[in-house]
């Protein structure tokens, strides 16, 4: 049986077990860990050492968008598919940041503009 109220795997892991993983991905393309803290500074509002502490502490992924500081407004314009599901569609609202993360790597990934990325144009 199907235990429907268990939280996610992702929600328990350490954001900072699978930065280096969104780092590896973004330098495999050309892209830097600085663009990348840029990217999850604009969407959660930590400052570079917050978001440090963060990653150092082990914080969750949960923990870690909960407790952002200000989550940006405009991360509703990101739109598209990450792991086959559209992000605008879900509605659990944790995932949705987690997915939103997701999208913003894969666009750094792909080698888009960062005031796209940033949803500045």
Known sequence: MIDHMKPHRIYTMSVGSVYPLYIAKAERKGRTKAELDEIIRWLTGYSQHDMERQLAKGTDFETFFTEAPGMNP???????????????????????EIRYLDKLVDELAKGKDMAKILRKV
Do not use: Q
């Open 74 to 96: 405009s991360r509703n314009l990101i739109k598209g598919v990450v792991c086959g599901v559209r992000v605008e569609d879900i509605k659990e609202p944790i995932m949705r």
